[in-house]
């Protein structure tokens, strides 16, 4: 099937070369957009006998019974037994009335579109439709993709048990972790798990459906999934084992899709959901507030809660830091201790100040318990008894974290602006964001306390992927951050930028979910108008060695031939390419004489042995390469957790964040303090010290799994837990990567491993060098000082400007000549992360 694969790949590439473009297809009928069914207009229900068709467990699902041929689908019906109050809330989602078209067009077609509102049950209801239709009989399972890991996790959980189903059956699995059993027959997973499986087995034989949710995200992953799929698909029924295959999205620009040639010669069918969209007011701003968007929004919620009628509110602010400023000033303005009703008042108060008493004095046990348990030998920690009254404020705001609706802080109110608000009702202000643990994530599901308003404050996974019931108001500061690349410097950046005019409309329509909604705009309609109109898809943005490689080792050598839905620039194909070629995951090409002929050979370069092992780890080339030559010297366990800890996003908290008060923001500089104690320690002695942050997180890996890696000593250490469990799991998982690969090696994971030796000390760097060869960086010397600007400063190959050791690296005050980056991050500055002292060779 690659050499069907490769024909297919050449026949499109001839048709693109030709310039003649077969004359389009007609649209069959059937194909193009589907009518909706009768009835299921805006705010109407529709008929209850179409639900009685879809919703009932014992009747046959409406399937298909109008239509001509027989269809390629299987004529088993699987029985669910959901509860009755189930399946009524199942009844009121707009999606049930399109059942039988979504299966009638799914029967007749092998690619489905299926377009709707966000909430209108698509991520729920399908897979649910496709089950009972019998699509995962015979063993086999029915794939659900989704871009973010929180969807996938909190989906498999909603379907289980909508279904009444268990999470043996109704599964997910995430890049470190899954609950996928024999028994699964629904399968949720991120779009980059399905990618590796694609790698194991082409076809993806245990799979009769596959759907791709998220589409319009246009997250790479997805976007390259469609592409294989669409040769997937022809390739399984030539074989006569069909798969179909849906693809899910919010209504924005499925012309990328449908109009496109190459990607599918044949246009699929489109469903479209009409949803029950109440009518959203959208009020914007009379001017566009500069700076403080935070503060606009904190004002907006203030008016809304102080003057509207109940409902929810959802504000959309851009990053973590901004998130966690808001629901801490929101609750200093709204506390709930104070508004209770009196007569509940007393007594809630008294068994929750009992409650919040105990489980203050069973952490502080718990640390003390931890804390004097760490052996000294390897890998130091403080002794324990230091930093109490940190690990206190530590616990305030973890309760903010949780949501806790307790504020037992009220002495410094007052402190925002003035603001007095006089609420007659308390606010349950909740935070969502994509790093926040999934337990915490979830409660916005459920419903505030009785004689609360809900707040959410979240950042853009709210936009789409998550539906929060019960919002009326939602609160939009207009800009979204996001990480912006530059592709000839490699530089990055996260940057505040304007939203796109649809996600700005996908922001407002969440506050029509249940009842007519206002949705607030920070901005005025004239800067609106400026937006521009989509956002462009990840494809367009970032780097694609990663793709390139997985693609080459589906041996797809042509990638330029792919049909990718929106595709890559030849720029970034060629950089990518490049890179690959300078790892040896890649051939180089021949010397050739003409440059056209070189350009060609350049973005055709065949895989090596070397890139086959490398795309077998989960990591990026980069890393995959260190993995890949540190099978010597015992150097392999190492390398596994220096690639784990780099891979995994922000090891270290986030201590630089604005404080609210002065009593924070002492707080915030002791821990501040402490941590670059700790890395000071952590970073080690004699030759350790040239291996700079690597140590750094070698040891702060290894004193964590020391102290049996529990929450309080991360939190005592300025580390993040959850990113600690996930360089735990990514660990376990590399080291199986690399026993399939090797099994000579016979690893396993060593939690609590020796600090390395001073000759692996030195092949560790060789190692890192060797992955980040490229990223090199030679300190400024002194008679090059030009002014300033220079001070301090370091030169790269590519950049004309300085950049610097970042001041959270255990080397900026060392400064050392040569150093290899992780990456450049442009803040005020250009700062090198994740640097490591060199000398020049390095021997
Ligand atoms: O995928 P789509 O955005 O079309 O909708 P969905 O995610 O299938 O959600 C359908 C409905 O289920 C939403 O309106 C949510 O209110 C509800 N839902 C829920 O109550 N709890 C969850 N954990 C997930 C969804
Ligand atoms: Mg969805």
């Given at each position: 099937y690659r050499q069907e694969l490769e024909e297919e790949d050449s026949e499109s590439s001839v048709e693109s070369e030709s310039n003649e473009a077969p004359a389009s297809e007609p649209v069959q009928a059937g194909a193009g957009v589907l009518p909706a069914a009768p009835?299921?207009?805006?705010g109407s229900p529709g008929p209850s006998s179409q639900h009685s068709l879809a919703g009932t467990?014992?009747?046959?699902?409406?399937?298909?019974?109008?239509?001509a041929r027989p269809p390629a689908k299987p004529s088993v019906f699987i029985p669910v037994n959901r509860t009755p109050e189930m399946q009524e809330e199942r009844l009121k989602l707009p999606i049930l009335a399109e059942e039988q078209v979504i299966m009638e067009a799914v029967a007749e077609h092998p690619i489905v579109i299926v377009c709707g509102e966000t909430g209108s049950g698509k991520t729920t209801q399908v897979p649910q439709f496709l089950y009972e239709a019998g699509y995962s009989s015979d063993n086999s399972i029915i794939g659900i993709t989704e871009p973010r890991r929180v969807a996938a996790v909190a989906m498999s959980q909603r379907v289980a048990k909508e279904m009444n189903l268990s999470q043996r059956v109704v599964s997910y699995q995430i890049r470190y972790e899954g609950n996928v059993t024999e028994e699964t027959r629904i399968k949720f997973m991120t779009d980059g798990v399905l990618l590796k499986e694609i790698q194991k087995?082409?076809?993806?034989?245990?799979?009769?459906v596959v759907l791709i949710d998220e589409a319009h995200e246009r997250s790479v992953y997805t976007d390259i999934l469609i592409g294989l799929l669409s040769r997937i698909v022809s390739l399984r029924a030539k074989r006569h084992l069909p798969l179909k295959l849906l693809i899910m999205s919010a209504t924005l620009r499925v012309e990328d899709f449908t109009q496109n040639q190459r990607l599918f010669p044949q246009p699929p069918p489109v469903v479209k959901v009409e949803s029950r969209q109440f009518p959203v007011t959208v009020h914007f701003n009379k001017r566009t507030p500069l700076e403080d968007y935070s503060g606009e929004c904190f004002r907006k919620v203030c008016k809304i809660h102080r003057m509207l009628p109940a409902g929810g509110i959802l504000v959309f602010l851009t990053g973590q830091a901004e998130v966690h400023a808001l629901c801490r000033r929101l609750r200093r303005a709204f506390p709930h201790t104070r508004r209770r009703p009196p007569e509940k008042d007393q007594e809630d108060s008294v068994e929750e100040m009992r409650k919040f008493k105990k489980s203050r004095t069973r952490a502080k046990k718990a640390q003390a318990a931890t804390l004097p348990q760490i052996s000294l030998d390897n890998y130091s920690v403080l002794p324990a008894g230091e930093g109490d009254e940190d690990r206190e404020a530590e616990m305030d705001e973890e309760e903010e974290a949780l949501g806790s609706d307790l504020d037992l802080d009220l002495g410094d109110e007052g402190t925002d602006g003035g603001e007095q608000p006089d609420a007659s009702l308390p606010l349950h202000v909740l935070p969502l964001y994509s790093l926040l643990a999934p337990e915490k994530q979830a409660q916005v599901f459920q419903p505030p306390p009785e004689g609360t308003r809900l707040c959410v404050v979240a950042t853009n996974v709210a936009e789409t992927s998550l539906t929060i019931p019960g919002i009326k108001y939602v609160v939009d500061c207009g800009k979204v951050k996001k990480r912006h690349y530059?592709?000839?410097?490699g530089v990055s950046s996260f940057r505040v930028s304007w939203v796109s005019q649809a996600s700005a409309d996908q922001r407002a329509g969440r506050a029509g979910r249940m009842e007519p909604g206002h949705c607030y705009r920070l901005y005025s309609s004239a800067v609106f108008s400026d937006f521009e109109q989509f956002p462009p898809p990840e494809m367009a943005r970032r780097p694609v060695e990663d793709l390139i490689l997985q693609m080459k080792a589906l041996n797809i050598e042509k990638v330029i031939n792919f049909p990718f839905p929106t595709p890559p620039s030849v720029e970034a194909l060629i950089a990518a390419e490049e890179l690959l070629v300078a790892l040896g995951a890649l051939q180089a090409p021949q010397k050739t004489e003409s440059m056209k002929q070189l350009q060609r050979s350049r973005l055709s370069c065949p895989i090596t042995a070397l890139g086959r092992t490398m795309a077998t780890f989960p990591v990026a080339p980069r890393y995959a390469k260190m993995l890949a030559l540190s099978r010597q010297h015992g150097c392999l366990p190492y390398a596994i957790t220096i690639v784990a800890a780099m891979t995994v996003r922000e090891l270290f908290e986030e201590l630089d964040r604005p404080a609210a008060s002065d009593e924070e923001l002492s707080r915030l500089k002791d821990r501040r303090a402490r941590v670059a104690q700790m890395k000071r320690i952590w970073a080690g002695q004699g030759a350790a010290r040239k291996l700079g942050d690597i140590m750094v997180l070698l040891g702060a890996v290894g004193a964590c799994e020391y102290s049996g890696c529990s929450p309080q000593f991360c939190e005592a250490n300025g580390l993040r837990y959850k990113a600690m469990m996930e360089i735990r799991r990514l660990r376990g998982q590399l080291t199986t990567a690399v026993n399939t690969v090797c099994p000579e090696a016979g690893l396993f994971v060593d939690p609590k491993m020796q600090p390395p030796s001073e000759s692996q000390v030195t092949y560790l760097r060789q190692i890192v060098v060797a992955g980040l060869g490229d990223h090199l960086a030679r300190r400024v010397q002194s008679e090059d000082l030009l002014d300033d600007k220079w001070k301090n400063a370091y030169k790269t190959p590519l950049l004309d400007d300085p950049v610097f050791i970042h001041p959270s690296s255990v080397l900026f005050k060392e400064l050392p000549e040569f150093v290899v980056y992780q990456e450049i991050v442009e803040t005020t500055k250009m700062y090198m992360k994740g640097s490591q002292a060199g000398g020049w060779p390095l021997a």
């Open positions: 009835g299921a207009g805006p467990t014992s009747a046959p699902p409406g399937v298909a019974s109008t239509l087995d082409f076809l993806l034989l245990r799979y009769k530059d592709r000839v410097t």
